[in-house]
């Protein structure tokens, strides 16, 4: 099957999830309110809006990345991409993200499609460590040829027994850790990049390489 089918197909299911999320927030509200208890309505209006902003998002992101496959065009605004697959994961109010990023800082060699899904994996494997409340720390930056993403949490960190393993398909299985770094690798490999886990004093920080975008040039960076 081809990767974009793939890419859409995710998406999609991504899609589903938050409409769920908000069809969940909205029955709350409407159970919350024939009770009379509002304390807690504030918050759901909140979620919902958060859903509905995701879904206006990726509904975009689909559209954009339909054109970009049809004409053949694989560059990406990584600043757009990155932020799009943090915030469709962190809760509100419980895990605080920093960010740093240059501006026109511009990938290739994937859609946006595709670095939101990488995102989004280190995103949901950084909150799940963090129990759902910390710091993540996400920038960028060009370094000759390559764009790098350095991703960072507050987390436990990656033991060091799964370390060597932690981008091995089901290597990190039932450990609840890496979930989905194996196809996080696989797409950054394919964009002609990669992932690595870097020692940090605190929690756990990801590198990721992509091939740089010229936007003068219209052209991937030469090496």
């Not at 990155?82 to 109010?93: A, C, M, N, S, T």
């Not at 060009?142 to 949490?153: L, P, S």
């Not at 290597?171 to 797409?187: H, K």
Request: glycine share 10%.
């Amino acid at each position: 099957m081809p990767n974009h089918v793939d890419e859409t197909c995710t998406l999609v299911h991504d899609m589903r999830n938050q409409l769920l999320r908000l069809f969940g927030s909205l029955s709350l509200m409407e159970t919350y309110l024939e009770q009379g208890q509002t304390s807690d309505v504030s918050r759901l209006i909140k979620n919902s809006m958060k859903s509905a902003k995701s879904l206006s998002e990726m509904f975009d992101q689909l559209l954009a990345d339909s054109q970009a496959e049809s004409s053949g065009e694989k560059a990406v605004d990584v600043i757009e991409a990155v932020r799009l697959g943090v915030d469709i994961v962190i809760p509100e109010k419980e895990v605080f993200v920093q960010w740093s990023f240059p501006p026109n800082l511009v990938a290739c060699g994937l859609t946006r499609l595709t670095l939101t899904r990488m995102i989004r994996n280190l995103a949901e494997n950084a909150v799940r460590a963090m129990q759902s409340r910390g710091h993540i720390f996400v920038s960028g930056e060009r370094i000759g040829e390559r764009v790098r993403i350095t991703f960072a949490d507050t987390g436990p960190g990656i033991p060091l027994e799964l370390r060597a393993r932690l981008f091995d398909g089901g290597g990190t299985e039932g450990s609840g850790f890496g979930l989905g770094l194996p196809s996080v690798r696989e797409a950054a490999l394919k964009a002609g990049g990669d992932i690595r886990l870097v020692d940090s004093e605190i929690g756990a920080t990801f590198q990721i390489d992509l091939p740089a975008f010229d936007l003068k040039k219209g052209e991937k960076v030469a090496a």
